[in-house]
């Protein structure tokens, strides 16, 4: 067994047999060189592994029961409402900063007080999700996760020798505006 196929209702994943990577495989470190972000603060916790994606496009009072129920240290991605990164920062959760928004000294010494990065990026939160959601983990780790479009096609040896099957195909094309 080379691998397992485990289906979701989104796609298929392919799962190498060595078994599902270890959550502490995705560092910050690798999300910031795989995304491009900055680090506005925090750079001495990029180290630390990627916790749950919690996306802070709502109210305060759903941002907080996000965070809370995520878990581990969750990365919060959130756009320029001041009130949401201020929410996210006080909860001691990562934090992406999307288009470019600017982003106050106290909520920066915030996040260095409580262990947390604070990345910027240049991006959209939509644009982002979508770079975080293409198949792969956040390292960029080819084959451990791809999707089911680039491995699952019919083999070549499938109809191998099928004289049949050539000669339609070569002598009257399956479809074919003269075709009767």
């Known amino acids: 067994a080379k691998g397992l196929i485990i289906t979701r209702p989104r796609g298929s994943v392919r799962i190498s047999a060595g078994g599902t ?19 506005l603060a925090g750079e001495p ?3 630390e592994p990627v916790g749950p994606v919690v996306l802070g496009d ?8 996000s965070i809370k129920g995520a878990g ?3 990365l919060c991605i959130v756009g320029g409402r001041p009130e949401i990164i201020q929410a996210a920062v006080s909860l001691g959760a990562n934090v992406i900063v999307t288009g470019g928004a600017a ?17 910027s990026s240049a991006q959209d939160s939509y644009t982002l ?18 999707t ?17 099957a ?6 009257r094309p399956v479809l074919s505006q003269f075709s009767k």
Not at 58 to 65: E, K, N, P, T
């Open 21 to 39: 990577p270890a959550p502490g495989d995705f560092t910050l470190t690798a999300l910031i060189r795989q995304l491009g972000l900055t680090v």
């Open 45 to 47: 916790f990029t180290g």
């Open 58 to 65: 709502g109210d305060v009072d759903q941002l907080r029961r």
């Open 72 to 74: 581990k240290k969750p």
């Open 103 to 119: 982003v106050d000294n106290f909520q920066l010494t915030m996040a260095a007080g409580r262990q947390s990065c604070i990345l």
């Open 129 to 146: 999700l979508n770079r975080l959601s293409v198949g792969r983990p956040p390292g960029g780790r080819e084959g451990v996760c791809d």
């Open 148 to 164: 089911a479009g680039n491995w699952m096609r019919t083999p070549m040896y499938l109809y191998y020798n099928d004289i049949a």
């Open 166 to 171: 050539d000669l339609h195909n070569l002598y």
